[in-house]
């Protein structure tokens, strides 16, 4: 996966504000007690998509783990809604 350019991101920045906006002012439409948004670093080797999410944390002011399913992860909470940057190994050889 890549990651969106500035248009990209400025469109789902924009997206997500209607969605808030409209989920504020539209009551009877059922939300989900809490959220996520996944950014996945591009494909490469293990050593680099972790260094990758090890960057994503610095600049999210987390600290990045590995997760018991083998995943690298860095995640920031903003209330109920989770921004989580994840690699996965391609295999589990990878990650050793």
């Given at each position: 996966m890549t990651y969106a350019d500035?248009?990209?991101?400025?469109?789902?920045?924009?997206g997500f504000r209607g969605l808030a906006e409209y989920l504020e002012y539209?009551?009877?439409?059922?939300?989900?007690?809490?959220?996520?948004?996944?950014?996945?670093?591009?494909?490469?080797?293990?050593?680099a998509?972790?260094?990758e999410i090890d960057s994503i944390a610095a600049r999210l002011g987390a600290t990045a783990h590995l997760t018991g399913g083998g995943h690298y992860v860095a995640i920031r909470c903003f209330g109920p809604v989770e921004y989580r940057a994840v690699a996965i190994p391609?295999?589990?050889s990878d990650s050793e």
């Open positions: 500035s248009a990209e991101r400025a469109a789902l920045i924009s539209a009551p009877e439409i059922p939300t989900p007690v809490y959220s996520a948004v996944y950014a996945f670093p591009p494909a490469g080797d293990w050593a998509m972790r260094g391609f295999s589990n």
